[in-house]
């Protein structure tokens, strides 16, 4: 079982416009609405891939219940934590003309913190070891980042496989609970170290200094510039093909959820990482917060490269570049 576990939920509503004019009034083509957050994106593209996952997490308000009703009809099994308040809602534009996306996101409810704690009591019921526990994306006031370490701590005392896909504060606080497996993007990581990581040598580098703060395995994903994993077993790189991107959002959350498929599967880095840059790669295909389709992921899997270097010395000596 993959337990993906989202504190702050939103609900993405997703704007279609042919331009964008800020201070004009601007005619909406299309619109969507999706249930969203990191967990909830990861749960959504498992159940693309034929993988079953159950989204746990907190709920707020009316519009929490719209989320997981959704979820439901998705075939998704979930378990949400009732709360007071309301679920946030994030507001994404995408600009057809100009091909630029923009995110209006919502910090979200506050919550009271005995919630957490009856998330944790729910948790230790249904994780069995061997599961993997997904610990993912923002917190919501006045709850504490160390929440995460705990979390995690929790998920290792079960005896499940533990991940962490966060930011800033909650990263970093995360990243203490010693998960099994981190996966960033290299702005965050650069939030993070307080160093820049446009030459691609210091991905596999910023990548230790991850391991070094708690994580086993730590994966960095710079978009077309592809992902580096590193592990005890060595450095891996993973490139995807060249396509036309509509939207990234939500690439990283599918990229994260190709990568489980195999991992839960008990396949190795390289084929992970291999469906993790299809579906991110997959997802950038679709508009808004639609997320991937698993006719692309499969269509694009066989175009993306995976090299493996068994040190970060040697899979940054090049620049990581393609040879």
């Known amino acids: 079982m993959i337990v993906t576990v989202t504190l702050?939920?939103?609900?993405?509503?997703?704007?279609?416009?042919?331009?964008?004019?800020?201070?004009?009034?601007?005619?909406?083509?299309?619109?969507?609405i999706d249930p969203g957050g990191k967990g909830i994106n990861v749960s959504r593209v498992l159940r693309e891939l034929g993988r079953e996952s159950m989204a746990a997490g907190l709920s707020a308000g009316s519009l929490g219940r719209f989320v997981e009703h959704s979820l439901l009809e998705q075939g998704i099994l979930c378990d949400f934590v009732h709360t007071k308040g309301q679920t946030r809602t994030n507001l994404t534009i995408v600009d057809e003309t100009a091909h630029e996306t923009t995110l209006l996101s919502y910090r979200g409810p506050e919550i009271d913190p005995r919630h957490i704690q009856t998330l944790e009591s729910r948790l230790r019921r249904y994780i069995s070891p061997g599961d993997w526990l997904v610990v993912a994306g923002s917190i919501p006031p006045p709850i504490e980042p160390a929440t995460y370490a705990r979390l995690i701590e929790l998920g290792r005392e079960l005896g499940a496989h533990t991940v962490l896909d966060a930011d800033a504060e909650a990263l970093a606080a995360g990243l203490k609970g010693r998960p099994e497996l981190v996966k960033l993007n290299y702005h965050e990581a650069e939030r993070l170290l307080g160093d820049s990581l446009d030459d691609d040598a210091a991905l596999p580098v910023a990548a230790e200094k991850m391991r070094a703060a708690g994580a086993a395995t730590a994966v960095i994903t710079a978009g077309a510039r592809g992902a580096v994993a590193v592990s005890d077993e060595g450095t891996w790189w993973a490139w995807p093909p060249e396509v036309t991107v509509v939207s990234a959002v939500g690439a990283g959350d599918a990229l994260l959820a190709g990568m489980l498929l195999k991992l839960a599967d008990g396949e190795g880095m390289e084929e992970a990482l291999r469906w993790g840059t299809a579906a991110g790669a997959a997802?950038?295909?679709?508009?808004?917060?639609?997320?991937?389709?698993?006719?692309?992921?499969?269509?694009?899997?066989?175009?993306v490269r995976v090299e493996q270097s068994r040190s970060t010395v040697a899979a940054g000596g090049d620049g990581g570049k393609r040879r």
């Open 283 to 303: 997802t950038c295909l679709t508009t808004g917060t639609q997320l991937c389709h698993r006719a692309d992921v499969k269509r694009i899997l066989p175009d």
């Open 8 to 32: 702050n939920p939103a609900v993405d509503h997703t704007l279609d416009l042919e331009r964008f004019v800020p201070g004009d009034t601007n005619r909406v083509r299309q619109s969507r």
